[in-house]
């Protein structure tokens, strides 16, 4: 199947500084990627859609200035947390999807945790 | 939006015993996926099943697009089989997908 890879698969940092998160597919071109967070014991919540070199399309109540995304080429999406605070940790998962099977493949997960 | 239900939340089994799981949509859908999340939170695609049956050796899955529900059986149980199940769907190739709340699911030796 296709490979997605998500890096890095943990950060730990300081409050106020930035984190970014990077996913790529590996092996097929990804004209769409999505990013997702998921609350420990919960299921995954869509933040944003991101397509290849136009704006990302955020969710209801996902701040877009918190969340940066940019999906600069086909194999390349990036999550950017912008001044991250302790509300920010949690597992923030990507995916791609691959249009000609209408199939998403998901990254590792990277888990951020904000002291 | 569309909404996804699964059940049960909670299942917990002997190892090597048969289960079904449970998915519910309440929209026509363009995609339906089954997904396994291991103890380190990555998301292994199980299948791709929008209508019909397959299997995949232990498992196997069949959806029922005109009465909007799919199941997942799991045969013969193993320990490696613990974790969370989701599924999760869309309405058009390439939309976003909306999972549901999945069934956590706990093999005992």
């Known amino acids: 199947g296709a490979v997605v890879s998500q890096h890095p698969s943990r950060v730990i940092c300081k409050s106020g500084t930035s984190v970014k998160i990077e996913c790529r597919s590996l092996d097929f071109q990804a004209t769409t990627m999505f990013w997702y967070r998921q609350f420990p014991k919960k299921s995954l919540m869509l933040m944003a859609t991101?397509?290849?070199?136009?704006?990302?399309?955020?969710e209801q109540g996902v701040e877009k200035d918190k969340f940066l995304i940019n999906h600069a080429s086909l194999t390349l999406s990036t999550l950017t947390v912008t001044s991250a605070h302790p509300e920010d940790s949690s597992f923030y998962i990507c995916?791609?999807?691959?249009?000609?099977?209408?199939?998403?493949?998901f990254g590792a997960g990277t888990r951020l945790s904000v002291l | 939006g569309i909404q996804v239900e699964q059940s049960p939340p909670d299942l917990i089994l002997q190892e090597g015993a048969n289960s079904t799981l449970r998915c519910n949509f309440s929209?026509?859908?363009?995609?339906l996926q089954w997904f396994h999340q291991n103890p380190w939170g990555q998301l292994i695609n199980l299948f791709y099943i929008p209508s019909g049956t397959k299997q995949n050796g232990r498992l196997s899955a069949t959806t029922v697009a005109t009465e909007r529900y799919s199941l997942l059986y799991i045969s013969s149980s193993q320990t490696t089989d613990s974790g969370v199940y989701f599924c999760?769907?869309?309405?058009?190739?390439?939309?976003?997908?909306?999972f549901g709340g999945g069934t956590r699911v706990l093999v005992k030796p």
């Open positions: 929209d026509s859908v363009n995609n």
């Open positions: 995916s791609a999807v691959t249009l000609a099977k209408n199939i998403q493949y």
């Open positions: 991101s397509n290849e070199g136009s704006k990302a399309t955020y």
């Open positions: 999760a769907v869309t309405k058009a190739a390439g939309n976003k997908l909306t």
